[in-house]
């Protein structure tokens, strides 16, 4: 996850809009940043539509070609019903995801009516039952996620409690194609039900179920079934949640292979809980989870559920060089955290937080998803115009079984300064520096610095600058070519519709991740621009 240097997700206009649209409206909104007179203006869409557009364009050496791709969403809404379309197009598609052809066409679109007591929609539809240990089907754009089925989906709202039925056929293949195909049928049923009001006391279950291939040469299809029960509720201040899922199916995955199932089917089971309380300033979070083997996918091994991660989602760009990515199929841990808030007139609001978990394998001799992670962190204002975050993290992650010794031991100290000149500009200063020790990689040290100037109403310049002191073998065991990383960042929110964001520079490889669901970039090398427009 790049909390800084991330991209955004991408999306391209037609080959005759290259990136001179683009560069046209960077120009454009300079120069209005430079003018001090007031500006004014917006696009309307005739009433009950809406529309976001959105693209991205980079062309890297390392590429060796241009990359231009987009997304364009359509709606209509009129009293309770809504109907929309979404277009898409990947001339070509961007290759660190996608293997493949250039590609463009329709690939949702859905008619829905929403009233007090009915929720019904046809065509595409995504969805999440419970916690999303049964069923989840969803978007995600930065990671290049799009699960969903087409169907119909309904959800009956009664008085204390819902319940939601589903049939549909999930997409296969990449994201970035337009033409992916669909096979195999979902079918599936979810409800909730509040049974005591005052502890807020609610049950729910769920079922999915679809058909996977078992003989590519007879195209045999059996079944694949899941269920959960979950149950909530508020207890003397504290607020509980479980759930409790099994999958039941044929042995056809690599996944349940891996975790030892060799007969004709397999047996999975998924348990979460989470307790949270707060108590003045002093909030407190605990979650816990056992998956093993609770596979549910579909044909093209898409995942159609995603249990939570019970992981910290770190803000800092180093804390998050090595993710852990989420596998359902064998991982158990848990994770804590609290934070205390303390009010002070003379100084200003102080908060400071402590997280601390570990994932692991259900075998011990298998060290793959092996986690620990702890966090400190500190945040202080002073006043209204400046706020300083300083943290440090212990992080011991599986490296290599080449070793006596196969973990990676990594120190991080992190630093953040947000200093608001006056009411028009600011700077913001990050700083990170991380010690990366094992027997495999060895030692060396990676600097990461930020430097931000902001411009009210929404314009940011950044330079972000990394290096670190790798040895030769070092940068080929770690499958990189540099040390150094200089570049250069313009963000712009034009008229609150249009956010642009301009990258030209180096940048190392690294992961996105959103909920434990991670994607690697390659290092890039060359000019990036996005626009995110709404109307």
Known sequence: MRAVTTRSGRRKPTPRQRPG???????AALEVVASTAPVAGQVRLPYGFAASYQTEYSRARSFGKEIF??????????????????????????????????????????????????????????????????????????????HNALGGIATWRLRQGEITTLWGQTVEGSAEDARRTRDEPLYGTSFDHTIWEPAKLMVGGSWATTDVLVDTT?????????????????????????EVAVVEGPNVFPATRKRGFTGPRFQGTGVYASATSSIGGLGLVLEAKDYDALVFQNNAFKNLNLPPAVLRNHTFNLLNRHPHQLDAADERGFQFEGTWVIKNLAMGETAL????????????????????????????????????????????VFASYDTPDPFRTLWTPVGDVRWRLNDVHSIHIQLEHQH?????????????????????????????????????????????????????????????QHELRLFYGKRNKGFICVGGVCRLEPDFDGFEASLVSHF
């Open 69 to 146: 791709e987009n997304w364009v969403d359509l709606d209509y809404s009129r009293g309770d019903l809504t109907a929309g379309l979404r277009f898409v197009a990947f001339q070509p598609p961007d290759p660190s995801v996608f293997q493949g052809r250039a590609s463009r066409g329709v690939d949702l679109y859905y008619a829905e009516y929403d009233s007090e007591r009915l929720k019904a929609r046809a065509g595409s539809f995504y969805t999440q039952f419970g916690r999303g240990l049964a069923l989840r089907l969803y978007e995600d754009r930065p990671l290049r996620l799009d």
């Open 353 to 396: 937080l402590f997280n601390s978990g570990l994932t692991r394998n259900h075998q011990k001799a298998n060290l793959k998803n092996y986690v620990d992670d702890t966090y400190f962190e500190i945040q202080q204002e002073f006043g209204k115009a400046l706020s300083v975050t300083a943290g440090i993290s212990h992080q011991k």
């Open 21 to 27: 649209g683009i560069l046209a409206l960077a120009l």
């Open 436 to 496: 990366d020790r094992s027997e495999y990689y060895g030692s060396f040290d990676v600097e990461f610095a930020v430097l931000e100037w902001s411009r009210s109403p929404g314009l940011t310049l950044g330079l972000l600058v990394e290096h670190a002191n790798k040895s030769d073998l070092q940068l080929d065991r770690l499958v990189e070519s540099r040390r150094d990383f200089v570049s250069g960042t313009i963000d712009y929110t034009l008229f609150n």
């Open 218 to 242: 007879t195209r045999h299809l059996r079944a694949l079934n899941i269920g959960s029960g979950r149950l909530s509720g508020t207890v003397k201040g504290v607020d509980l949640a479980s």
